[in-house]
């Protein structure tokens, strides 16, 4: 049986908000160079997106961590897949996610990250799902705050399809 994807948060939604953050950010860092961190996969397409829209000086680099879990929820186990190319000491570090969901492969990157002596370490995220948080974050900025349901779109996947829809939408089995 295949599934159907109905829309949760149109593209014009999702544009709108990437600019406002991107405008926020550039204010919080004016006169400063901030460094994205993409989580990788799901983070890649709202980092592009997010940072056309700031207008101080950006650079960027790729992690990808993997949790030991099943399709729909993480287990707590997280471990590095892909280690940042760049050392991140004395940089305005900025976390970028698709989702926070239980909070753990975030808690977790924190810890490793903070450890590496950045100037500051923020995170932002695409979307965010508070009622699910089994471990405390502080999220810097947020785009959307949404139910929990399983959602996909804008990086988001189930079973690695629909990563590349252009709006956020639920899969309905
Ligand atoms: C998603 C998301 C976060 C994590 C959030 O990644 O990108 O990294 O889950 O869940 P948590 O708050 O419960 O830890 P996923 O493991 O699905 O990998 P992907 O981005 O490669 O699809």
Do not use: W
Request: glycine share 6%.
């Amino acid at each position: 049986m295949s599934e159907t994807i109905r829309q949760l948060i149109s593209e014009e939604d999702v544009d709108k908000k990437i600019r406002e953050i991107g405008e926020q950010i550039s204010r919080d860092y004016e006169g400063r160079q901030v460094h994205l961190i993409c989580v990788l996969k799901g983070g890649v397409f709202f980092t592009c997106e997010l940072a056309k829209r700031i207008n101080v000086p950006v650079s960027l680099d790729f992690m990808s961590v993997s949790s030991y879990g099943d399709d729909t929820s993480s287990s707590g186990v997280v471990r590095i897949v892909k280690d940042l190319d760049e050392s991140i000491e004395g940089k305005d570090v900025l976390i970028v996610e698709d989702i926070i969901d239980s909070g753990r492969t975030l808690s977790y990157l924190i810890e490793v990250l903070k450890q590496r002596n950045p100037n500051s370490l923020r995170l932002c995220t695409l979307l965010d799902k508070p009622e699910r948080r089994v471990k405390d974050v502080n999220v810097d900025y947020v785009c959307f705050n949404i139910p929990d349901e399983f959602v996909v779109g804008y990086g988001l996947d189930y079973a690695q399809k629909y990563r590349n829809l252009p709006y956020i939408g639920v899969v309905e089995l």
